[in-house]
């Protein structure tokens, strides 16, 4: 995301997280019934719940409200009426322990191309003159473990706070589960929709700057969905087998953050520079490594997650569509594969961009595209089906507050000043949206999907990478994938660490440094509730 820029008390609200162990064969000699398999640590309480500007609410209360607020919110029904919305975070019903057979896997796609003329990465660059290739939302529904658990990834800028929502409570209602059971994320190539409605009213009521997102647009994504969901429950399949594998992608990924001999960022590396000293200094901290999870029914393969940290840019603003190189090269692993459904995660990528290797011109596009392609394909014929003995889901909200250095009003009147150029006006618009939400006190939430020895963690926003190098040196034992880019709300997370030093990303983190031991602590929460391999 493109750049500009306050500090309020911590607030670390819910940090309620569960765990539900699939059906798995009883040993010899163990007593086979339900009790086997009940939900554990339903209400995982963690030490450290009071910090200075807390919610004053008991555990149960502040999940509740948490709960019904995003869900009263998604529905669009008043907060009065919550007590009756959606209960979501209700422990899972526990299934037979000698049903091995009851996991499903539901997949799903359906297209989200912008129409022409809609407005780009928030409608200060070009606006749709053409599609290059269309953009799609792809996931599946998992059924057998609980209520239905849904991941979903759309070729998209971003989805923020109650476009964020909406999308999980869409989905949710079409696969019969509840929101905090959905995940959503995004791609985030420019050339698409950056949506955040919140933002949108803000700028609507200028009467004069370009949407955010059209919500006609929006709603038909929405529609869609549901529509897709509902025809792929009908298809489920059995899944029995999870596999993982992980392949270094060569000359792609480089951290954009080029420091100074004062700790400070000296230059940012975009995600394409043909400045020959951008070429020239080392990729710095990135994570090399594509991984792939991916799901059986037997020997056949069903659907296969890649997760790769960067940001997914070759060159944009030219009003031209395009899922873009990440994004092609998902597409062609799925020509590859046309019966298994392959998913595209961006990871931890918010300092990290193709920027060493990339100088902008359409001749790269198809160079990273294989790049990524080989990854993928390498990861891939790393895959060695295991029968899947132990599947959760978990949870665990984080409402980090705003900086203190953004003003509400004084953000507005920027918004106003119709002297600046388009940029200087939409983009504030997400600072005051995220604002707005911490008021509100909607939380992120973040999940995990355990399955045996496999971690996938479901991240917010725009994560510097260290986030899920850190995941990954908190469970040495499994192995972690990370997916980002999640609920958009914060913009960039930088780490404490890279506050201080600056640059392009510090400018455009909407949340108080807090953010990192939230965010940190969480991951650590989830990875906690998974189950020994
Ligand atoms: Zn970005």
């Known amino acids: 995301m493109i750049d500009s820029a306050s500090r309020i008390g911590i607030t670390d609200v819910d940090r309620d997280s569960f765990e539900f162990v699939a059906p798995r064969r009883p040993l010899a000699g163990e007593p ?20 200075p500007g807390e919610i004053q609410m008991t555990q149960s209360d502040r999940r509740q409200f948490l709960v019904s607020t995003a869900a009263a919110l998604a529905a669009g029904i008043s907060l009065d009426q919550r007590a009756t919305a959606t209960r979501a975070n209700t422990p899972d019903q526990t299934k037979r322990p000698d049903s091995p057979g009851n996991l499903h896997l539901a997949p799903f796609r359906f297209d989200v191309t912008p129409p022409m003329g809609h407005s780009l990465c928030g409608g200060w660059i070009k606006p749709v003159l053409a599609v290059d290739d269309p953009l799609e939302a792809i996931g599946f529904v998992l059924l057998g473990s609980g209520k239905p658990i849904v991941l979903c990834v759309v070729d998209w800028t971003g989805l923020l706070n109650e476009a964020h929502i909406q999308w999980r409570s869409a989905l949710a209602e079409a696969a019969g589960t509840t929101p905090d059971r959905v995940t959503v994320h995004c791609v985030h190539q420019h050339n698409a929709p950056f949506a955040c409605l919140e933002s949108e009213r803000i700028v609507l009521a200028q009467g004069d700057l370009p949407h955010i997102v059209e919500l006609d647009f929006f709603r038909k994504c929405l529609d869609a969905g549901r529509t897709a969901i509902r025809a792929a429950l009908k298809q489920a399949v059995p899944v029995t087998h999870v596999a993982h594998g992980a392949a270094r992608v060569e000359k792609v990924a480089s951290n954009r953050r080029i420091l100074g001999p004062d700790g400070k960022v ?44 960067c940001h997914p840019m070759s060159y944009y603003g030219d009003g031209r569509v395009s899922a873009d190189f990440c994004g092609l090269a998902r597409k062609r692993r799925q020509q590859d594969e046309p019966d298994c459904t392959h998913l595209y995660f961006n990871g931890c990528g918010g300092n990290i961009g193709a920027g060493k290797y990339n100088d902008g011109s359409k001749a790269r596009r198809p160079v990273l595209t294989q790049r990524i392609y080989d990854g993928m394909l390498k990861s891939s014929r790393l895959l060695k089906p295991e029968s899947i003995h132990s599947l959760g889901w978990t949870t665990h909200d984080i409402l980090p507050p705003p900086d203190a250095r953004f003003s509400e009003n004084a953000i507005l009147k920027q918004i106003q000043d119709t002297s600046r150029a388009v940029s200087q006006r939409n983009r504030p618009s997400y600072t005051v949206a995220w604002i707005r939400r911490y008021q509100r006190k909607i939380p992120i939430t973040l999940a995990g999907l355990h399955v045996n020895n496999v971690s996938m963690l479901h991240l917010p926003s725009e994560c510097f990478v260290e986030y899920q190098l850190r995941a990954q040196a908190a469970a040495p034992g499994r192995f972690v994938a990370c997916a980002a880019y999640g609920d958009g709300g914060p913009w960039y997370i930088p780490t404490k660490e890279a506050y201080p030093q600056g640059g392009y990303a510090v400018s455009v983190a909407w949340c108080d440094p807090q953010i990192d031991g939230l965010l940190t602590g969480g991951i650590k929460t989830l990875l906690a509730a998974a189950k020994p391999a």
């Open 32 to 51: 086979s019934h339900e009790s086997s398999l009940a939900v554990e640590n339903p209400e995982m309480e963690p030490a450290s719940l009071t910090s």
């Open 266 to 309: 000296a230059s940012q590396r975009g995600s394409s520079s043909r400045n020959p000293e951008h070429q020239r200094i080392p990729d710095g901290v990135i994570d090399p490594m594509l991984k792939t999870v991916a799901f059986y029914n037997g020997q056949r393969k069903l659907a296969s997650c890649h997760y790769y940290a």
